[in-house]
């Protein structure tokens, strides 16, 4: 949807940006009162399609059709679903790789940075296109997770309902140096060439490979890498004496960069990075989180898992305190997994139990039982 043609949006750099496009897909039906809207934000290498049967792109089942589609956790029978690509995205939603209509190429750096917040104000915009006052419920992991929390800080009264998941109330340091060395990698490619390699018909397919496969370490954990791969040969009976992939583990990082680069931008991958390291909700407020939420009626569920070492529990603790701290109607649950970060992704039964009870519940506060 092209949004920004009359009123622009104002971006936190300053910038007012329009039009602009904003892609996203649509499950199940909106109902007569428009009260059963659930906005699902995708995390950072995510896009808009949830919960197709077939990607465009990859080919593979949408993100998490484990959670969304009928007679799942996020019913489609029952709710309006939408999900949308992000402003600065690679999938349909207006990005770096996008030309820039004042000089006919494509934007490169002259992209504006932005923020978690500029992304949720591009979704309000397409959120009153489609004529919605009020979400049901605001539901995401990790970057969607701060999608989350930024709609409940801003908008607290267009949302009922919010399950933050995976993620914070702000990137931490750890966070912030992982995505640099990412970062690093892309533009120490030689094809990187300085942000404008759309021009020069080439691709730093090295660089983001690389910044891939460190990002997807952090997703994991050390149990789950073990149990996965050990120290397991790759197709071999024993090791070569060379820096080929010996091991299965290095086979399957070098698979994950070489997927990852077919499919994302490495400009938007800079720009999206860079929103999450920007992102802290107390800092407008010296470091008072609780005063973000001043006022907030939303019910919250935040959801934490064990062996999440990119987003630990003790953040979502700490988040849940500032809840309480601002009188939300708030439950703090940790799952216990050895899946890492990407468990709120794979097949988690009890995390599925208390994300399905909490909009269950929900649903009956906002009288959609």
Not at 177 to 195: I, K, L, S, T, Y
Not at 202 to 228: E, N
Not at 337 to 362: N, Q, R, T, Y
Request: hydrophobic fraction near 40%.
């Amino acid at each position: 949807m092209v949004l920004g043609e009359t009123d622009k949006l104002r971006l936190d750099s300053g910038v007012e940006f329009g039009p602009f496009t904003l892609a996203y897909q649509t499950y199940g039906e909106l109902n007569a009162d428009k009260s059963n809207a659930i906005l699902v934000c995708h995390a950072l290498t995510g896009d808009q399609y949830v919960a197709d049967d077939v990607h465009p792109i990859t080919g593979k089942e949408g993100w998490w059709r484990e959670i969304v589609g009928p007679g799942k956790i996020i019913d489609t029978d029952k709710y309006f679903v939408i999900c949308s690509n992000v402003i600065g995205g690679c999938l349909g939603s207006t990005g770096p790789k996008d030309i820039n209509p004042e000089t006919g190429k494509p934007w490169g750096l002259d992209f504006p940075v932005i923020t978690i917040a500029d992304m949720v104000r591009a979704q309000t915009m397409l959120i009153d296109a489609l004529g919605i006052d009020t979400l049901f419920a605001v539901i995401g992991g990790s970057m969607g997770g701060m999608q989350v929390l930024e709609w409940c800080k801003s908008y607290p009264e267009r949302v009922f309902a919010a399950a933050p998941i995976a993620t914070s109330f702000r990137h931490s340091a750890q966070n912030i140096a992982f995505h640099e060395v990412g970062r690093q990698a892309v533009m120490a490619d030689p094809d990187w060439c300085g942000g404008n390699y759309l021009l020069e018909g080439k691709k730093p397919a090295r660089g983001l490979a690389v910044a891939r496969m460190t990002a997807h370490i952090t997703y994991l954990s050390q149990p789950a890498l073990h149990r996965k791969f050990g120290r397991k040969l790759q197709n071999r009976g024993a090791i070569t004496y060379s820096f080929d992939h010996d091991f299965q583990v290095e086979s399957y990082l070098r698979h994950q960069g070489k997927s990852f680069v077919d499919r994302f931008d490495a400009n938007s991958y800079l720009y999206i990075t860079r929103a999450m390291d920007y992102f802290d909700l107390s800092m407008e407020y010296d470091g008072r989180l609780a005063e973000a939420f001043t006022g907030c009626k939303t019910r919250f569920c935040v959801i934490s898992f064990s062996s999440d070492w990119c987003f630990t529990t003790a953040e979502s603790r700490t988040l849940a305190h500032a809840l309480n701290a601002a009188s939300c109607n708030v439950s703090c649950v940790e799952i216990e997994s050895d899946k890492g970060h990407d468990a709120f992704l794979l097949d988690e039964p009890d995390f599925h139990m208390v994300l399905s009870g909490f909009i269950e519940g929900a649903a009956q506060g906002r009288g959609l039982k």
